[in-house]
């Protein structure tokens, strides 16, 4: 049978020996120098990009010099610390917040609903699809002109439309980082005996954490947009405008600046809530796990 | 037994033994396993897993199933554990028909991904002790952290499992269950997924940990040294469907004796016991067609 010889490479002889002196490059462990904690930090890292933006901005402004098209930088900041000055912005800022907050409480708290129906029976799951894949593509501002006939001008409209846009985008997400719980854990789960809500909060929810937070995110981007334009839409509601009518007043008065310091508004709220609030979470949840990088 | 199986007839020596379970305290036997048919449903397939199955494991026994894969061992300890029903058939723990996971059956799983990512190893060891109301507070605390250190994982109990090695974390998953102090532990192939040299670092340690708390283990593998190895016991399954091929006694072998020749001959008898069916395999399949 082994007619093959087992060697067929040249003998070659063995040795044993002391590890070399590693003095030659230095410490073993080299604490990193300032400008390379700042190259590994994400806020210095984007607070740098945000920079590089604005003097692109200010430059061509400056260049283009017609403020009534494309007003500078620094015209917008100070139309933007001048209104946030007088109260105007902070107004107009809660009365918007307080709508998506609104609106964003109630399609979590369905979306909650809908995904544990969903997870505890299969006809649950056909209707979460189904409803999903029918509402998902339906821009939630295309159902404001019904929303306005069912509950008139007001928080209630918005509020409709905002829980619309929420509702299937984070029940989406929910359901598929349910669905991918590992297997084991499950069983771990079960093991344990927990069963029905207790299954749901103490495993699954945990569980499909990276997943639901990624739907809270696009649920949140989906109701922010969502509550701009309906604003822009119909304008004021009965008390107050919200941001989107602030731009909306600002153009009618050919006002560039103001329009641009309401975008600005728009645009930092979004930055303080992605980078402040969900960066907070997700270094405190699912990085700390290690379920995310 | 009225259904002892085709191939059974080779090294069974436990039937004598099965009259005497009767008794009510007098009795070690633990659990009993008896005519256990499995099946599970694949998108195309019935698949019976295991055909009528019987086995008694004894209190502080080291039980191992041992058998080539698609023998139906892992789907058994599935059973044991609750997550199946059985097609025919009893399991039944301390006279009680199983029929749930329940944590009076701890299991152990081959993979890493048993422990909660979003807790801590001193966490992870507390959950299910607090999750069933077991063990409470600071009782529960307490126990946390003793089956820790028995573990040899103090240092690391505030760490969370991602930043574990592998065989730390199934170091974890033992310490979770045995704070549990379950009636049986059962273990998946518990080190199939760890490198050779910390298997057998870890297969010592359970020996260890056995010697210290004498606890029923029932342990499923694909490896007759780990078998012969961890188990005080052997249950051997023949392929496909899985049917008691034997119960062979190992209580006298540890990793002292991996060298000694009596080791060699049990392990070559089970060797010949698993793979007879490959050199006769045309009156294998005749066989089960007649």
Known sequence: MNAMPRQMTPARPEFERQPIDASGIGEVERPLSVMERLVNNDAARKAAILLFLAVVWEVYARWLSNPLLFPSFSDTIATFTGDVIDGTIPDRVSTSVWSLLLGYGAGLGLAGLFTTFAVSTRFGTDLLTTLTSMFNPLPAIALLPLALIWFGLGTGSLVFVIVHSVLWAVSLNTLVGFRSVPETLRMSGRNYGLNGMRYVLLILIPAAFPAILAGLKIGWAFAWRTLIAAELVFGVSSR?????????????????????????????????????????????????????? | MPYATAQGAGGSVRESQLGAGMSADATPELLRVEGLTLQYKTPQHLVTATYQVDFSVYQQDRYVILGPSGCGKSTLLKAVGGFMKPVQGSIRLRDREITAPGPDRMMVFQEFEQLMPWKTVLENVLFPMRATGRFKGK??????????????????RDVYPHMLSGGMKMRVAIARAMAMEPDILLMDEPFAALDALTRRKMQEELLDLWEQVRFTLMFVTHSIEEAIIVGSRILVLSPHPGRVRAELDASSFSYDTVNAPEFGVLSKRIHGLLFEHEVEQLPQTTEAHA
Do not use: C, N
């Not at chain 1, 508004?265 to 969900?278: K, R, T, W």
């Open chain 2, 139 to 156: 009782d529960a605390h307490d126990r946390a952290l003793a089956v820790i250190e028995k573990v040899k994982l103090s240092k690391f």
């Open chain 1, 240 to 293: 107050s405008g919200g941001l989107g009518w602030y731009i909306f007043e600002a153009r009618s008065e050919l006002d560039t600046p103001r329009v641009f310091s309401g975008l600005l508004a728009v645009i930092v709220i979004g930055l303080f809530v992605e980078s402040v609030i969900f960066r907070a979470i997700e270094a405190r949840t699912v990085q700390r796990w290690g379920m995310q990088r």
